[in-house]
């Protein structure tokens, strides 16, 4: 299972990466794309279906990422956190420069 990510959607997903094993993070990939994505219900079959993997052959990898997988959900909570914190920063920044006329560095 294997799908680019677009490079902004990849710079707010690779914090993650530390908590899975390389195999593991192909399929979280995927999973967090599709969730952001999907509308309604966030189902791993309604995920895959917005990433059109639909038809994939292997849809229970994507199964045991949430059931199975030995992931810190307390982790990935600290590492959304930071995300949020730091995208926020930059938009205050962005816009206070904005405001004053000042040019992006």
Not at 14 to 43: C, D, E, N
Request: overall charge positive; some cysteine.
């Amino acid at each position: 299972m294997s799908t680019t990510l677009p490079a902004g959607l990849a710079q707010l997903i690779v914090p993650f990466a530390s908590l899975f094993s390389r195999q593991v993070f192909q399929s979280v990939q995927v999973l967090l794309a599709g969730a952001i994505l999907a509308t309604g219900k966030r189902t791993v079959t309604s995920v895959l279906r917005i990433m059109g993997l639909s038809q994939e052959r292997h849809f229970q990898t994507c199964h045991r990422v949430l059931n199975r997988a030995a992931w810190s959900s307390l982790a990935a909570s600290r590492i959304l956190l930071q995300q949020v914190v730091r995208i926020q920063l930059q938009f205050r920044i962005f816009h206070a420069r904005r405001l004053t006329g000042q040019a992006a560095a």
